[in-house]
């Protein structure tokens, strides 16, 4: 049974920085594409970054490029993110989880391409 834990959320400054984690167990990291969602309240949650298997691939929504960074540790077994520039809508609860493949293609921000969902972190950005 696939399981992730995500941690480093927090309560932070617009323009300031947070750097997400997330311990997978359960499968054979490396086998799987990784990805970040993000869902606010009264909002559907939204894919936010992927990263192939090997991590030299990066997808992300447009509302984050230049100002998150996707990672992972194969080794360690470990997702993260880099969040930097931080800004109210960016306040949200952020989830990691599995993606079926390797690779996260032209899909990779639909929900339903991933499974083993954890109980997110909770980013909180003031103004």
């Known amino acids: 049974q696939v399981q992730v834990v995500e941690s480093g959320g927090g309560l932070v400054q617009a323009g300031g920085s947070l750097r997400l984690s997330c311990t997978a167990s359960g499968l054979r990291f490396d086998d799987h594409a990784m990805g970040w969602f993000r869902q606010a309240p009264g909002k559907e949650r939204e894919g936010v970054s992927c990263?192939?298997?090997?991590?030299?691939?990066?997808h992300y929504i447009e509302s984050v490029k230049g100002r998150f960074t996707i990672s992972r540790d194969n080794a360690k077994n470990t997702l993260y993110l880099q969040m930097n520039s931080l800004k109210p809508e960016d306040t949200a609860m952020y989830y990691c989880?599995?993606?079926?493949?390797?690779?996260?293609?032209?899909?990779?921000?639909?929900?339903?391409?991933?499974?083993?969902w954890g109980q997110g972190t909770q980013v909180t950005v003031s103004s």
């Open positions: 989880a599995a993606h079926n493949g390797p690779y996260c293609g032209t899909t990779w921000s639909r929900a339903y391409e991933y499974s083993g």
């Open positions: 990263v192939d298997w090997i991590g030299s691939n990066e």
